[in-house]
């Protein structure tokens, strides 16, 4: 049985979560933009979860998330992101697309923290994924811890579509089984370019300009992808 302190836990985060993807106003957007530029400076200058910069220029496409988890035995984890694509052909980035995240999960377990996970897309089984309203990380898409090191290209399992790289913040202790769905933030699009767009809209038929808020989040992208791109 769950406590009342568990379930109030759970209440809390589940009404941050919902409060902000109803209530986001523009300049909030543009921080999650913000946010997401400094979730990759972050991980990609500590050196122990720097993201290998040849899987970075390999990427077909990348989505960056600041996750929120809580629980008292029925846990929960919801949280926001931007995700972009590379076009195949000139390498260049697309503008970005908002998707949001929800999982539950049951299991021993206790705590609560932020999660920043990076999701590199390495083939064309992700990229399709990506074209969904909704879609299940390792269902509809297979997905492996992100190596690190100079070898990293050689320890991805063939087929893989999704590398994840995430990094916590706080104190959580448990062992669960977990399913991870990520959605196409339409609201946040809409309010953000001022037009109905889904992620297929902005990712893949480029039916918007690059926004200057977002220029600075692709100038990392490329700080960070090796010199020799030409995969």
Not at 166 to 175: F, H, I, P, V
Request: glycine share 10%; net charge neutral.
């Amino acid at each position: 049985m769950i406590n009342k302190f568990g379930w109030t836990v759970i209440s809390v985060i589940t009404f941050l979560i919902a409060a902000e993807g109803h209530t986001a106003s523009r300049r909030q957007l543009v921080n999650r933009i913000n946010d997401a530029n400094q979730y990759i400076e972050d991980m990609m200058e500590a050196p122990d979860t720097a993201i290998p910069q040849e899987l970075m220029s390999k990427c077909r496409g990348i989505i960056i998330l600041r996750q929120y988890k809580a629980g008292f035995i029925l846990g929960i984890k919801g949280g926001f992101g931007v995700a972009l694509a590379r076009d195949e052909n000139t390498h260049e980035w697309s503008a970005p697309s908002f998707v949001k995240s929800g999982e539950g999960s049951f299991g021993v377990q206790i705590g609560g923290q932020a999660i920043d996970s990076i999701l590199l897309i390495m083939n064309r089984e992700g990229m399709e994924m990506l074209m969904k309203t909704n879609f299940k990380i390792g269902v509809d898409a297979s997905a492996a811890a992100g190596p690190l090191g100079r070898d990293a290209a050689v320890k991805i399992g063939p087929g893989t579509a999704i590398l994840v790289y995430s990094r916590a913040k706080g104190l959580y202790a448990g062992a669960t089984f977990e399913g991870g769905m990520l959605l196409s933030d339409d609201d946040a699009n809409e309010k953000f370019y001022g037009k109905r767009l889904s992620s297929k809209d902005i990712l893949f038929d480029r039916k918007v300009q690059i926004p200057a808020e977002a220029g600075k989040l692709i100038e990392t992208l490329k700080k960070y992808q090796a010199s020799d791109n030409s995969d």
